[in-house]
């Protein structure tokens, strides 16, 4: 097998992880209920910007590949760049960062307490050493990583 193959094969191996974190957290009891609203992805309006560890940033970059597209669309507004400028909904949502489920919107019961999902943490943490990560990123910036590793 190829150096590239295995790269690649990895990096499955790894994203297939950070989807049973998303997972392991959709079965816990949280109170969350996310309505769509999008308020929480206009950052410039919350000052809030979600941060993806390396595992994160790959699927992000894998799920938004499949909507053809190779890089990051630009938004001048401040919002997500990941909310389709029509539509105004998320490019990605079924692969949405740890973030943006567990985020601060009030409509979706606020913030999940830290202390209920800090093991998934731990394993998202986890995957971004075994991935030589740097520890977790503004969207922004560590999805236009995500996307230039995957080539």
Do not use: W
């Not at 094969?9 to 392991?24: A, L």
């Not at 601060?104 to 991935?131: K, N, Q, T, W």
């Amino acid at each position: 097998m190829s150096n590239s193959n295995k790269h690649r094969d990895d990096i499955s191996t790894e994203i297939e992880e950070v989807r049973e974190v998303y997972t392991d957290l959709a079965a816990r009891p949280l109170t969350r209920n996310c309505t769509l609203r999008t308020e929480c992805c206009h950052f410039k309006l919350t000052g809030l910007t979600p941060h993806l560890t390396k595992g994160e940033a790959l699927l992000a970059a894998r799920a938004l590949r499949t909507t053809g597209r190779r890089k990051l669309p630009e938004r001048s507004d401040g919002a997500c760049p990941l909310l389709h400028p029509e539509t105004a909904r998320c490019l990605i949502y079924q692969d949405r960062p740890f973030g943006c489920r567990t985020h601060f919107c009030a409509a979706a019961g606020g913030p999940a307490p830290r202390s209920e999902v800090l093991d998934l943490i731990h394993r998202l943490e986890a995957i971004d050493d075994r991935l030589d990560g740097q520890g977790s990123r503004p969207l922004p910036g560590a999805l236009t990583r995500a996307l230039q590793d995957l080539g």
